[in-house]
């Protein structure tokens, strides 16, 4: 269970960022709140703050990093299991 909890005013975006560390960040799409450790989405560990604060909600369930070249499925947050990050 992660410490931050999204905000549950209606001056939010769809999706937003809530918190970056050391070893991933925290993101809050409509009322649900994920974190995504570097060590199982490397395409962040050396991303600049401001290119994982650019992210886009499009369709209400697909994520979109423009700057990062990264796009993840809500599914794939919610249920990893079924989309491995490496074929074997």
Same mark, same amino acid.
């Given at each position: 269970?992660?410490? #931050? %909890?999204?905000?549950?005013?209606?001056? *939010?975006?769809? /999706?937003?960022?809530? +918190?970056?560390?050391?070893?991933?960040?925290?993101?809050?799409?409509?009322?649900?709140?994920?974190?995504?450790?570097?060590?199982?989405?490397?395409? #962040? %560990?050396?991303?600049?703050?401001?290119? *994982?604060?650019? /992210?886009?909600?499009? +369709?209400?369930?697909?994520?979109?990093?423009?700057?990062?070249?990264?796009?993840?499925?809500?599914?794939?947050?919610?249920?990893?299991?079924?989309?491995?990050?490496?074929?074997?």
């Amino acid at each position: 269970m992660s410490k #931050f %909890k999204c905000p549950n005013d209606q001056n *939010i975006s769809e /999706v937003e960022v809530s +918190h970056i560390d050391s070893h991933g960040f925290w993101l809050c799409v409509e009322d649900k709140e994920y974190f995504l450790p570097y060590d199982e989405y490397p395409w #962040f %560990k050396e991303a600049r703050v401001k290119e *994982i604060l650019n /992210v886009k909600l499009l +369709h209400r369930h697909h994520l979109d990093w423009p700057a990062l070249d990264v796009d993840l499925e809500i599914d794939s947050l919610e249920n990893p299991h079924n989309y491995p990050l490496k074929y074997e």
